[in-house]
């Protein structure tokens, strides 16, 4: 399985700032992507991180609110803008594993964010 | 449409005794991927197990097993002889093939296992 990091690892934050948060894997990989997790929900999906490209959305979520960058294939970052109290979640990264099946997916360690 | 329902929000059980975690999917695909993970107090998401659409077989690693039925279009988890350290949230997770290119995850809202000493 592919090794994931994620920085920070937490952090507090006022309303109506950014935040920046970086994933970095330990191999080449072709799919990274960027999920959410609110207080006592399930994950949801927010974007795939395309290397080169700019990022796919999933329904509900926009660019200029969650913007995305992926200049190669171990490394992407996804910025938080703007912030509110709402945006209190954990940021997860995942990434499609080394052999390419994008069925096996692996998840970093996730970012915990408190906007205050 | 796509979703997973895991119906039991929270569960406590005392160590040792065995457990079983519902899910329960729906989706219009024919070819489709079922996954749990497990989610520590620390937060990180833990791999569990994948099963593809095609293979019915169920499935035992250690004290986990895994009852996939088409049939019921349930896909459970069963921990025998839980332990503390089994103390997580646990999640069911479907993926299409057909409508999916991306390899998205659809998650259930997850089951709270809390195993008391």
């Known amino acids: 399985s592919a090794v994931i990091s994620q920085k920070p690892s937490r952090d507090i934050c006022q309303r109506g700032t950014s935040l920046t948060i970086q994933c970095q894997v330990d191999?080449?990989?072709?799919?990274m992507f960027w999920y959410r997790q609110q207080p006592g929900q399930s994950l949801t999906l927010i974007a795939t991180?395309?290397?080169?490209?700019?990022?796919?959305?999933e329904s509900g979520f926009v660019i200029d609110k969650f913007p995305i960058s992926r200049p190669n294939l171990t490394f992407s970052t996804l910025t938080v803008s703007n912030m509110s109290p709402e945006d209190s979640s954990i940021y997860l990264c995942?990434?499609?594993?080394?052999?390419?099946?994008?069925?096996?997916?692996?998840f970093g360690p996730g970012t915990r964010l408190t906007v205050t | 449409a796509q979703k997973v329902t895991q119906a039991q929000t929270e569960i406590s059980v005392v160590e040792k005794e065995d457990v079983t975690l519902d899910c329960v999917y729906e989706?219009?695909?024919?070819?489709?991927?079922l996954f749990w993970y497990k989610q520590p107090p620390s937060g990180e998401l833990v791999f569990l197990i994948r099963r593809n659409s095609f293979d019915e077989q169920n499935e035992i690693s250690g004290r986990y097993s895994w009852n996939f039925q088409k049939s019921t279009s349930s896909f459970n988890f069963t921990i025998t002889a839980s332990q503390v350290v089994d103390s997580a949230v646990y999640f069911c997770?479907?993926?299409?093939?057909?409508?999916?290119?991306?390899?998205?995850?659809?998650f259930g809202q997850g089951t709270e296992l809390s195993v008391k000493p």
């Open positions: 995942s990434v499609v594993g080394p052999t390419g099946d994008r069925f096996e997916q692996y």
């Open positions: 191999s080449q990989v072709t799919m």
């Open positions: 991180a395309n290397q080169g490209s700019e990022a796919t959305y």
């Open positions: 997770a479907l993926s299409e093939a057909l409508y999916n290119q991306g390899g998205k995850l659809i």
């Open positions: 989706t219009r695909d024919t070819t489709y991927y």
